[in-house]
């Protein structure tokens, strides 16, 4: 696992991994593969809420990540923060693609089928967080993302995001308070 995963190792262990991969050593891949594939799924899932979306394009950022490892220079910030970089652009990109294509909606049967398979108050309070989620920022997104559904700590939020740690700090606690603000609202609402 990369030493920004496993507090054991060093970075020289993964500046070794990067390396390993700039040779397209297949080991090296499966490793960051394996280490960080789960991450992107999830980090993509929740903010799109659509699975085969987020597997795709979680798939997506290591091929981008096999195209410029390359040109990809280590500085002591952990990879993840690279991958998570990648992961946000192809996520930019699919949702304005997805903007500018009309919307198809399922048939009403269909949704009442998919609603009742599921528990619909889990499926209620999701969506309802979701429908919140979307009305923060897209950095707020993103460091509320990292920090409590990744369980990313400050500092690796802040290499993630290319922010100090008190930006992060700052930036959870606003998006924090605008999500009560909104869930609290939407329930004035109800």
């Not at 390396?19 to 999830?42: G, I, S």
């Not at 690279?82 to 949704?111: C, G, H, K, Q, T």
């Amino acid at each position: 696992m990369p030493a920004a995963e496993n507090p054991n190792q060093s970075s020289d262990e993964e500046a070794d991994l990067i390396e390993r991969a700039k040779e397209f050593d297949p080991e090296a891949w499966n490793t960051l593969y394996d280490a960080y594939y789960p991450k992107m799924y999830k980090f993509l899932y929740v903010r799109l809420g659509e699975r085969s979306a987020a597997e795709d394009l979680a798939a997506d950022v290591f091929e981008q990540a096999c195209k410029g490892i390359c040109r990809f220079r280590y500085r002591g910030a952990p990879i993840s923060a690279w991958l998570y970089r990648i992961a946000r652009n192809l996520m930019v990109d699919f949702l304005r693609r997805r903007s500018r294509a009309p919307e198809r909606r399922l048939e009403p049967a269909a949704e009442s089928q998919m609603a009742t398979a599921d528990a619909s108050g889990e499926v209620a309070l999701r969506d309802e967080i979701s429908r919140a989620l979307r009305e923060l920022t897209e950095d707020q997104q993103q460091v509320l993302l990292l920090r409590h559904i990744e369980g990313h700590d400050v500092a690796s939020t802040a290499a993630i995001v290319g922010k100090k740690d008190n930006a992060v700090r700052a930036q959870e606690f606003r998006a924090l308070r605008s999500l009560r603000r909104i869930l609290t609202r939407d329930g004035e609402a109800d």
